[in-house]
C-alpha cells in the first residue's frame, strides 16, 4: 500500500496532528518514567528483607507489623536477594541521574538544529534497550547496574530538550499550557504505572518480569512515533492544509537551520529569567525525585505495606497530580485567553501553589505516626498540588523564548537533575535505621528547598518573551526597515 494511500484509508487528515504529537509526547514522556521509576519499587524484592532493630519499635521510629502484613512479605520476600546495604541502593537509584545531566545540552542543541523527533525517540529506543538488559547486568552485581544506570541516562538525557523544541513547533501560544501540560503530564502517569502495575507484577511474578514488561513497551512506542510524529508541520506528510495554514500563523515557527542563526549563550547564561527558571526547577525536581524515587521504600520499610499496596498507594499522589496539571493546563490558557491575569503573574501563582502545597502535605504525613490511612491521604493532596508547576515551571521555556526553548529546557531539565543525584544519597545517609524520625528530616529538608527555591522564581521569574529570542538576522531586518 503506498503512503499515500495508507493516508486516506486511515483518515489521518481528518485528525489534528498537533494532538497527535501531544498524545505521543505523552506516552514518550509516561514510557521513560516508567523505565526509569521501575527499580525504585522492583529493588524492594531485589535485595534481602530489611531486617530492623527491635529497639526501634515504638510508633515515633518504625510503625509496627500487622500480623497479616508481616506474613505476606515473609512469603513474598524470602528467598536469596542481592545483599546491598542502604547506601550502595541509593547509589544505584541515583546514578541514572549522572548520566542524565550529561546529555541535555547536547540532546537541546541537536533538536534545535535537527529536530526532536529522532533526538527524542532513539533517546528512549535506549532507555528501553537497557530496561530490558536490567536483570542480566544486575545479576553480575551492583557496579555493573550502577553503569549500566548512567547508560540509560545518557540515553533519557534528550527527552526533555527535544519535547520543547517540538513543542514550540506544534502548540500555539494560547493552547501552550494546554499541550504542555499533557505532554509533560507524562511524567505523572508514567510514575502511576511504574508503581501500580509494577507492584501488581511483582506480587505474582519474578522481578525481571518488570523490566522485560516496561522494556518491550518502550520498544513499542519507539515505533509508533517513528510512524506518526515528524519535527514541524511543514515537513509532515498528512497534516490537513488547514492546520498547517493555522500553526504557520499562529506560532511563526522559525526554519532551525536557515533562520534562528546561532544561540545567544551569553544573553541565554545572563538572563535572571532562565536562572530564577533553572533554580526554581531545581527545587520542584528535589520534592518530585525524593518521593518517585523514594516514596515506595517508606512505604515499604517505615508504613509496612505489602507490596501490591505499597504499589498502588505510591501511585496514588501521582495519579491525582496528573488530574490536577491536566485540569490546570486547561484552566490557564483560558485565564490567558480571557486576559484575567498577566502570563508572568499568572506562571508565578501557580509555581507557588505547586510549591507550598507538597511541602506542607509531606510535612503532615511525617506526623501522622502509623495512621496508614491518614498518611495516604496527606501524601496524595500534598503531591495532588505539585500538579500546578506543570501549567508554570514546565512550560515556562516555551514563554521565555520559543525559538531556543530546547536548549533553555537542556540547562533547567538538566541542572534540576541534580536533585535526582544528590536527594536519593543524602536520603540514604540520613535513614540508616528506616526510622519515622529519620524520614520526618527528610521531609523538612525537602521542605525547605521547595519553598526557598520558589521565592528566588517570584522575585526574578518572567512569562514574557525575551529579546534575545528573536534570530539576529531577523532585527537587523527590522531595523532596517524602520
Request: contains cysteine; glycine residues 10%; hydrophobic residues 45%.
Amino acid at each position: 500500500m503506498k503512503f499515500g494511500t495508507w493516508q486516506k484509508a486511515f483518515c489521518l487528515e481528518s485528525i489534528p496532528q498537533r494532538y497527535v504529537f501531544g498524545f505521543m509526547g505523552f506516552l514518550g514522556v509516561a514510557n521513560a518514567y516508567i523505565m526509569r521509576a521501575c527499580l525504585s519499587i522492583a529493588i524492594v524484592r531485589m535485595v534481602k528483607p530489611v531486617v530492623h532493630d527491635e529497639t526501634l519499635g515504638s510508633s515515633e521510629s518504625i510503625c509496627p507489623y500487622q500480623e497479616e502484613t508481616s506474613h505476606h512479605n515473609t512469603t513474598i520476600s524470602s528467598g536469596d536477594g542481592y545483599d546491598w546495604n542502604e547506601s550502595t541502593q541509593s547509589l544505584v537509584l541515583a546514578a541514572f541521574y549522572y548520566g542524565y545531566i550529561v546529555t541535555h545540552i547536547p540532546g537541546g542543541l541537536l533538536a534545535q538544529r535537527y529536530g526532536g523527533k529522532h533526538t527524542m525517540g532513539f533517546g528512549i529506543f535506549s532507555t528501553a534497550l537497557f530496561t530490558l538488559l536490567t536483570p542480566w547486568v544486575a545479576s553480575m552485581g551492583a557496579v555493573p547496574l550502577i553503569v549500566l544506570r548512567v547508560l540509560m541516562g545518557l540515553g533519557e538525557g534528550t527527552t526533555f530538550p527535544a519535547l520543547s523544541t517540538l513543542l514550540s513547533q506544534w502548540a500555539p501560544p494560547l493552547e501552550r499550557a494546554k499541550l504542555g501540560s499533557l505532554v509533560f503530564a507524562g511524567v505523572q502517569i508514567g510514575t502511576v504505572l511504574a508503581s501500580a502495575i509494577s507492584g501488581f507484577i511483582l506480587q505474582y511474578f519474578h522481578w525481571p518480569a518488570v523490566f522485560y514488561v516496561w522494556g518491550g513497551v518502550g520498544m513499542v512506542w519507539f515505533l509508533l512515533w517513528c510512524l506518526l510524529c515528524y519535527n514541524d508541520p511543514s515537513s509532515h506528510p498528512f497534516i490537513s492544509e488547514k492546520e498547517k495554514e493555522y500553526l504557520s500563523k499562529t506560532i511563526g515557527a522559525t526554519e532551525r537551520d536557515k533562520d534562528v542563526g546561532g544561540t545567544p549563550w551569553i544573553a541565554i547564561l545572563k538572563s535572571p529569567a532562565v536562572w530564577s527558571l533553572t533554580i526554581a526547577e531545581m527545587g520542584h525536581d528535589w520534592g518530585l525525585y525524593t518521593m518517585v524515587t523514594d516514596l515506595p521504600k517508606y512505604m515499604n520499610d517505615v508504613m509496612h505495606f505489602n507490596i501490591s499496596q505499597n504499589g498502588v498507594l505510591s501511585a496514588l499522589p501521582y495519579l491525582v497530580m496528573w488530574l490536577v496539571s491536566i485540569l490546570l493546563g486547561y484552566m490557564a490558557d483560558k485565564i490567558q485567553q480571557r486576559k484575567i491575569i498577566g502570563i508572568t503573574n499568572l506562571r508565578k501563582i501557580l509555581a507557588t501553589i505547586g510549591a507550598i502545597g507538597p511541602a506542607v502535605g509531606v510535612i503532615l504525613a511525617s506526623y501522622a505516626g502509623c495512621d496508614k490511612t491518614l498518611v495516604a491521604v496527606l501524601f496524595t493532596i500534598g503531591m495532588g498540588f505539585m500538579g500546578f508547576c506543570y501549567a508554570s515551571l514546565r512550560v515556562n521555556s516555551l514563554d521565555l523564548s520559543p525559538n531556543f526553548s530546547g536548549t533553555i529546557m537542556a540547562i533547567v531539565n538538566g541542572l534540576g537533575s541534580i536533585s535526582g543525584m544528590v536527594a536519593p544519597v543524602l536520603l540514604g545517609a540520613l535513614t540508616p535505621n528506616k526510622s519515622l524520625l529519620e524520614w520526618r528530616v527528610v521531609f523538612w529538608i525537602m521542605f525547605g528547598i521547595l519553598n526557598g527555591t520558589n521565592v528566588l522564581f517570584i522575585m526574578f521569574g518572567s512569562g514574557e518573551v525575551q529579546p534575545w529570542n528573536e534570530p539576529k538576522e531577523k532585527e537587523d531586518t527590522k531595523l532596517d526597515e524602520m
